[in-house]
């Protein structure tokens, strides 16, 4: 057995933390394509 699987640091379930990176980086690519619109618009 590996020395990291005999000394976890923590049991958390991945699932979370991958859902939160997730909707994180989706959140930040939509406000800027909301920003880069909106900048189109103004200077159109």
Avoid: P, Y
């Amino acid at each position: 057995m590996n020395e990291f699987e005999k000394n976890v640091q923590t049991k958390r379930n991945d699932v979370g933390d991958s859902a939160v990176g997730f909707i994180a980086s989706f959140v930040f690519f939509a406000l800027l394509f909301t920003i880069a619109v909106a900048v189109q618009v103004i200077g159109s």
